[in-house]
């Protein structure tokens, strides 16, 4: 399909079965380059954090006993948003084509004549058996799978599915969306002539930190269900593969699978804790207490960037965010890096300074500790007299090292290159996540994390896991304790992977 320049264009994009890291490339594409986010109650809400800025974003979420928006009403927004010359992408859990009503917004794009791709998805009926340990083929035990509805449609006079020919198959079969038929289905499948002692397994939330599973027969799996208060959403696999369960389980025997753990760090900043903790099978609620935003350095400033070996002898940042900021004025103002000359570099631990060296340049001064006061220790042993500094930090960066530097003679200027403000949004819903169901374990990886979450004033449900807090160094702890926390555990180095290890260990006591 063709259209001029001005013609908007869908994409029926599938967002995988949970899992953040089984979004397919071209998605995250799609949704970055979306004007208008229409997604579904089974998209990972983090998707949404891909979307540049002004996109409009629309939950049309479905599930069994509320709709947000009909199926009319979604197929309507579609074609008006891409009829006013918008990229809309259409984000449905899975895959799109199954059993997801794919084929009937495309087939309503293609009766209005709106140009449309469609983008497959994994689908959570092959990804959740897989993280529950359940090939869905396997030699000599099953050489065909099927994939059933639970929940056909409604309005329809008589099921479409031949139950007789289901109960006979040898193969594996998998239900989708049929958690609260579960009985019915179980039961036609054994009035057919199914083994009452086939094994059937469910898994909730497959393929993501929430996953849990649950094994019985045809025979039992219903009781079982009702007596743990097993929901939607799931998938039912039914089949002698569910034996092979018990040696592939990979996924739930990961250290930290049934433990939540929130992330405190801005948005930016959060992805490289989130993945160590989600590669452990952590459930990871990101809820960001601060965000970052750049701040535009003076004239003076700016002309001083262009030589700043004519200005400074030294350069330090006291976090990741100062450099990203700092070297982000180089880009902005197109020039060249070669004009830092021989100016020296000092960062106040090896996050800090992994992001300097990104750039191809040598830190010359780090602390043991890393902390301000002993960043500032580390400069003793260098007569400071008449040494010119640039401080590139934040707008609310402690005032030791400076204070230091200059009461040991040194020149110094403190370049404010970003600002940290109150994360107000809950895009991914990780709030209302936590004040429903708690968390085990809480990560704080600066003092400023502490303030900004006690603002947020975020209490969970009683009867909820209530969290430990993780601190990443004694700044932090400190922080945590004139806060009123009681259990406070440390750890062992200011490092993302010690803050880990820590959990980890946590978890084993």
């Known amino acids: 399909m063709s259209a001029g320049p001005a013609a908007g264009r ?144 409604p309005t329809k006079a008589e099921s479409s599915l031949d139950w007789s020919h289901l109960a006979q198959l040898r193969g594996t079969k998998v239900f989708l969306m049929g958690v609260e038929r579960l009985r019915e289905i179980t039961q036609r499948l054994r009035d057919e002539g199914a083994d009452a002692s086939t094994p059937v397994a469910l898994v909730r939330w497959g393929t993501t930190g929430r996953q849990e599973s649950l094994e019985g027969t045809l025979a039992t799996i219903a009781d079982l269900v009702e007596k743990r208060g097993f929901a939607a959403p799931a998938i039912t696999v039914v089949g002698e593969v569910v034996r092979l369960r018990q040696e592939l389980n990979w996924f739930e025997a990961l250290p930290l699978h049934g433990k939540r753990v929130v992330v405190t760090r801005t948005q930016k900043q959060a992805g490289r804790l989130t993945a160590k903790l989600m590669d452990l099978g952590a459930d990871v609620l990101e809820i960001p ?5 750049p701040v535009e350095l003076v004239a003076q400033e700016k002309e001083k960037l262009a030589a700043m070996s004519g200005h400074f002898d030294w350069i330090v940042f006291t976090s990741p965010n100062g ?7 180089f880009d902005r103002l197109h020039l060249d890096i070669r004009q830092l000359g021989p100016v020296k570099f000092a960062a106040v631990g090896p996050a800090t300074a992994q992001q300097i060296e990104r750039r191809h340049l040598k830190v010359d001064l780090q602390p043991e500790v890393y902390t301000t006061e002993k960043l500032a220790e580390a400069f003793s042993g260098i007569s400071l007299r008449a040494l010119r500094f640039c401080l590139a930090h934040g707008n609310k ?24 403000s109150p994360e107000t949004q809950d895009l991914n819903g990780a709030r209302a996540r936590y004040l429903r169901e708690g968390a085990h374990f809480i990560t704080f990886t600066s003092a400023s994390t502490v303030e900004n979450w006690q603002a ?38 200011a490092t993302i992977n010690s803050l880990v290890e820590t959990i980890c260990h946590l978890v084993i006591e």
């Open 10 to 153: 869908v994409y029926l994009v599938g967002a995988g079965p949970g899992s953040l890291g089984l979004v397919t490339l071209r998605a995250q594409a799609l949704v970055r380059l979306a004007d208008v986010l229409v997604y579904d109650y089974l998209c990972n809400p983090a998707m949404l954090g891909w979307a540049k800025d002004g996109t409009e974003i629309i939950y049309a979420g479905k599930t069994a006993s509320a709709h947000t928006l009909t199926q009319d009403e979604i197929n309507a927004l579609l074609v008006d948003r891409a009829g006013k010359g918008k990229v809309v992408v259409r984000l449905k859990g899975g895959d799109p084509y199954v059993f997801g009503r794919g084929g009937e917004e495309a087939l309503v794009l293609a009766q209005a004549k709106i140009p449309f791709e469609v983008v497959p998805g994994v689908t959570s009926a092959i990804a959740a058996p897989s993280y529950a340990g359940i090939p869905v083929t396997h030699r000599g035990i099953a050489s065909t799978v099927t994939f059933i509805t639970g929940h056909e449609d």
């Open 289 to 293: 207490t601060i965000r970052i935003g």
């Open 323 to 329: 450099v990203d900021e700092f070297f982000g004025w």
């Open 397 to 420: 960066a402690d005032p030791f090292l400076a204070d230091y530097l200059r009461k040991n003679g040194a020149f110094v200027e403190e370049w404010t290159v970003y600002e940290t």
């Open 456 to 493: 947020l004033k975020l209490q969970p449900a009683e009867g909820t896991p209530q969290p430990r807090a993780v601190s990443i160094g004694p700044v932090t702890t400190a922080e945590l304790l004139k806060w009123g926390y009681q259990d406070v555990t440390e750890a062992s180095a």
